[in-house]
């Protein structure tokens, strides 16, 4: 009997065939997925290195900038230890935690300047860093290592010379920067590789130095002082110039098989970098975590199929398990693909989308079901990229290749709503049989894009200031550096004026192609209060602040303008000095644009920078002002130099002119042909004594006898003579406060300050006009005296002297105190008059001020300093009497000058004294110290050879105890100073003198109360 045939046998073949096809497409899917996860670990890996290696050198470029920076600020200011020691500590403040330590050093290599106290003073001159810039201009950086200054711990020090304005070497200044401020770097971009949905495991970092050292490492534990190129780890082993990348490698510590991106630091500007090497890795199981069921589920189907093919009977379920196998396995595929981090898009060769991820959904904005079918290019592609889309597909079909594919770029791409913006594509074509599959995956890069125009535009605002040397030269050049970084069409800079208190325009810029000139002379044109618009609110509260339409806003005065030119985002943010807030910095977008949080941090460390700069510009223009008030004191102590040399034999000359005319015409007929002459004499030897006390006057070396008084009653006992003295076509003002305060001064140096003012003032108006003198009490504050380098914060009583007449220019300004410097006629003045007031003024402790513009008068501003004693009652000098008083008491004159002295014997003599004579200090002292010697009064010189007259008044003082004292001198108050002389009570007269003069001085020492002789007080 024949046997049986089996039933459905082409069922079993069937069922083989379906095998062995969904074995080989499930090994074949599995191995493709396979390999596009490992890719796309790879390439995500490759670019967080490059973004991480990026940051790094921006980061590194940054702290560049600042030490050039402070190495700029120091130049000036070496010698002002506070001011750098303020300077450093303001630094690492700012920018905590980035600076462990930092320091300035003298040329030789000694700290001089720390934010650590106990690191100044230290030799660092055998440092790397200090040898390094010893005899360069360049910035060095020194590699990671352990520095003293840090406590040993690991740093990168960034050190800049220090260098004046003639190219001299002073010293240098170094910052050291912590590594944990690095490893913040590479905090987030790691954190968004482990935060994927595609990836299950964590990554692990490490940074190493170009000599393979690893100085950052994410595994804590096993931290230590490990050289992967010794070790001989491949991704380790890359040449420096290869560009970033990843490979497949086996973990030299855990021996795993591991994927690891790599990418180096190379740099930024004219920062060469230090080359160190980025590594980021993820073991190669947890990449290929997410399809491992689709393994156990291939051995299972396997199986199945097996059992199946030895169990005929069941084939027709077997089959049925395959098919929902198979769908199981798209099903896998699929969720794979839809949770993908990047836009996963396929198309077909006519470039119609086949496939559409959820995340091409987010991205792009249509729905799958919308996009399915459409064209890529009309889809996603911007119109005027299209055409390059088309001919490249068409170049790619009769090629077999494409310059785009396989690799990843970074092109615009186009939203749903029809806004652009950037992305990162990579396309890889796929051939099934005869037909093409291309795989898109697409990255939106917006916010990294952003992050580095962000960045960029700090960069850039840091050259700026880096290279430029006033604010007004740079602020043109930070707004259109920040314009064109972070696409904002106007930038406009304000600055306080603190007087007036708003905000004035100084400077702006707009890119080329938008019109906004009327916005801007508006802006120009106007001022802004605290609190009003957006400069005005910015000021107000201290902080940034965003409009997202200023033609919507309330508090924006200008609105109506901006309309008008279409401006409508802006944002604005102080430029603060320390505390204080310098002006405001606003932009401009002709789009409405909503807040961006960290575009508004980002700007706040660009205003403390620019705030930086200002200061240092501050800092350098009263330094300016410093040295030409420095010049300026020393011409006037050159010509007091001048007069004091000359002044003790000129005075002495002046003392025997005076003396002698004062013999010839006491003997001459009033009649006589002789006595005009001799008048003439005397008249000429007053002028020359009077120029010679303008001179020590304005080189401030009179002798002054300091009274407290009330200047109103000084100008109401002058005010007579005054109206005489300015003629009858000028109209005098008194304007005086009658609550005045006291002030201690020279009564005489005051009278002739005033004369000398309303003197000038009257030659201002020769045709008359009206002249104005003020008194008031007044403070000054510390803003007055920030502006005004002589003057000091305090009470004062201010004495003012106005004219109506012609002013002055800024040049005559300039001059108006230096002595001989006149714009009067020749013969009509000496240019010592002004000269002499200025002295006269900061002898007695105060300072003047001119203030003037041509055609509008001018007025002299002179501070004095208040003092709370009771004044004393102010007298007009009685005219002298004509006899002069006598006397019968015995005088010791000393005086080394033969002329001098013999005029002084003459005229005590015929006044009645007994006068001793002594030629010079021994002399003196030999007849002061005779047994029978009765001496009432010692008249004696202070500066002579040997023995000065302070030793002679010391010595006889001690042997005769109720001897008076009456010092005199040709010499300026340097000199008795040097000798003690001028103390309080001390009696004094000052050569040149009238006989009148002595006789008055002698009998007034003389008939002062009885008390202990006053030779050294």
């Not at 003298?106 to 700290?111: I, L, N, S, T």
Request: proline share 4%; charged share 20%.
């Amino acid at each position: 009997m024949p046997q049986a045939r089996r039933p459905y046998t082409w069922l079993q073949v069937l069922m083989i065939v379906m095998t062995v096809v969904a074995m080989t497409i499930g090994a074949l899917a599995l191995h493709y997925i396979e390999t596009r996860l490992v890719s796309t670990a790879g390439e995500s890996l490759s670019m967080a290195a490059a973004e991480i290696a990026d940051k790094l050198d921006r980061l590194l470029f940054e702290r560049h900038g600042d030490v050039r920076m402070m190495a700029r600020a120091f130049g000036s200011h070496m010698s002002n230890t506070a001011y750098v020691n303020s300077y450093l500590a303001w630094m690492r403040e700012s920018y905590r935690p980035v600076y462990l330590w930092l320091g300035v050093t003298d040329q030789h290599g000694r700290v001089i300047a720390a934010t650590d106290p106990k690191t100044v003073g230290q030799d660092v001159s055998k440092s790397a860093w200090f040898r390094a810039v010893r005899s360069g201009t360049a910035v060095f950086v020194g590699d990671v290592q352990p520095y003293e200054a840090s406590s040993g711990m690991d740093a990168v020090a960034f050190t800049a010379p220090i260098i004046d304005s003639r190219g001299a070497f002073l010293g240098v200044v170094t910052t050291l920067m912590g590594l944990p401020v690095l490893e913040e770097v590479v905090t987030k971009t790691v954190h968004d590789v482990q935060t994927t949905g595609t990836f299950l495991g964590t990554s692990e970092y490490q940074f190493l130095t170009q000599a393979g050292d690893v100085f950052i490492d994410s595994d804590l534990i096993h931290k230590g002082n490990v050289n992967l190129i010794r070790l001989g780890l491949p991704s380790a082993l890359i040449n420096a110039s290869a560009p970033p990348g990843y490979l497949e490698e086996a973990h030299k510590r855990r021996h795993v098989p591991v994927v690891t991106g790599h990418a180096r630091t190379r740099g930024y500007g004219e920062f060469s970098g230090l080359q160190w090497q980025v590594l980021v890795r993820m073991d190669r199981s947890d990449i290929l975590l997410p399809i491992r069921p689709m393994f156990v589920l291939l051995y299972w189907a396997t199986g199945r199929l097996r059992k199946e093919y030895e169990q005929a009977q069941q084939e027709s379920a077997h089959a049925r398990a395959a098919e929902a196998t198979l769908r199981e396995g798209e099903h896998q595929t699929r969720a794979i693909v839809e949770t993908a981090l990047d836009a996963v898009i396929s198309i077909n060769e006519r470039g119609q989308i086949t496939d559409w991820n959820h995340q091409a959904e987010a991205t792009f904005g249509w729905s799958r079901q919308e996009a399915i079918g459409r064209l890529l290019a009309t889809t996603i592609i911007p119109p005027r990229y299209r055409e390059a889309h088309e001919r490249g597909l068409r170049h790619f079909f009769a090629t077999g290749q494409g310059p785009l594919l396989n690799r990843r770029i970074e092109i615009v791409a186009l939203h749903r709503d029809g806004r652009e913006f950037p992305v990162e594509l990579s396309i890889s074509p796929v051939r099934l049989g005869n037909v093409w599959i291309f795989s898109a995956f697409v990255r939106d890069i917006t916010q990294r894009k952003s992050a580095e125009r962000r960045l960029a535009a700090q960069y850039a605002v840091t050259r700026v200031l880096a290279e430029s040397l006033t604010l007004q030269g740079a602020s043109a050049r930070i707004l259109q550096a920040i314009c064109e970084s972070l696409d904002w069409e106007l930038g406009i800079i304000w600055h306080v004026d603190q007087q007036a208190n708003v905000l004035r325009f100084i400077d702006a810029y707009h890119v080329p192609a938008v019109q906004v000139a009327e916005f801007v002379r508006i802006s120009r044109e106007r001022t802004f209060l605290s609190g009003i618009g957006l400069p005005g609110r910015v000021w107000a509260n201290g902080q940034p602040a965003w409009i997202p339409d200023v033609v919507k806003d309330t508090n924006f005065p200008r609105a109506p303008v901006a309309a008008k030119v279409g401006l409508h985002g802006a944002f604005g943010f102080p430029v603060r000095i320390g505390k204080n807030i310098y002006g405001v910095i606003e932009f401009f977008s002709h789009e409405i644009r909503e807040p961006d949080g960290n575009l508004l941090d980002m700007v706040a460390e660009i205003g403390l920078k620019v705030g930086q700069f200002v200061e240092r510009q501050r800092t350098e223009s009263e330094l300016q002002q410093a040295q030409a008030l420095l010049l300026q004191a020393q011409k006037m102590e050159a010509v007091g130099r001048l007069a004091g040399g000359v002044a003790h034999d000129f005075n002495n000359l002046l003392t025997i002119i005076s003396g002698s005319c004062h013999f010839l015409l006491a003997s001459l007929d009033r009649a006589g042909p002789l006595r005009k002459e001799v008048e003439e004499i005397k008249r000429a030897g007053s002028r020359a004594a009077t120029l010679t006390s303008q001179l020590l006057a304005f080189s401030r070396r009179q002798v002054l006898t300091l009274k407290e008084l009330n200047l109103n009653d000084v100008i109401r006992n002058t005010e007579g003579m005054l109206q005489r003295l300015i003629g009858e076509d000028v109209n005098l003002v008194a304007v005086l406060d009658p609550a005045l305060g006291n002030v201690r001064v020279d009564p005489g140096q005051v009278e002739q300050i005033i004369m000398n003012l309303v003197v000038n003032a009257r030659d201002a108006m020769p045709s008359g006009g009206r002249l104005t003198i003020e008194t008031a009490n007044v403070e000054l504050d510390e803003t007055y005296a920030h502006q005004h380098a002589i003057a000091r914060p305090g009470p004062y009583v201010m004495l003012a002297v106005s004219d109506s007449g012609q002013g002055m220019d800024k040049e005559i300004q300039a001059r108006i105190f230096e002595p001989f410097f006149t714009t009067k006629d020749q013969g009509r003045g000496t240019g010592l008059g002004l000269a002499m007031v200025y002295g006269s003024v900061r002898q007695n402790g105060g300072s003047i001020f001119v203030y003037s513009e041509p055609g509008q008068g001018t007025t002299f501003k002179i501070y004095l300093p208040l003092v709370d004693e009771q004044a004393d009652a102010a007298s007009v000098p009685a005219s002298a009497s004509v006899e002069l008083p006598r006397g019968t008491e015995t005088v010791l004159v000393v005086e080394d000058e033969p002329g001098v002295r013999a005029v002084i014997l003459r005229i005590l003599r015929e006044q009645g004294y007994t006068v001793l004579e002594a030629r010079h200090g021994l002399e003196a002292l030999h007849l002061g110290t005779q047994p029978l010697a009765k001496i009432h009064l010692l008249l004696t010189d202070v500066v002579m050879p040997q023995v000065s007259g302070r030793e002679v008044a010391e010595n006889l003082t001690r042997i005769h105890p109720e001897i008076r004292v009456l010092y005199m001198s040709g010499y300026t108050d340097d000199a008795v100073v040097r000798y003690g002389i001028l103390a309080e009570g001390t009696d004094f007269l000052q050569k040149p003198f009238t006989p009148s003069t002595l006789a008055y001085k002698v009998r007034e020492v003389l008939d002062s109360p009885r008390g202990p002789a006053r030779s050294d007080l």
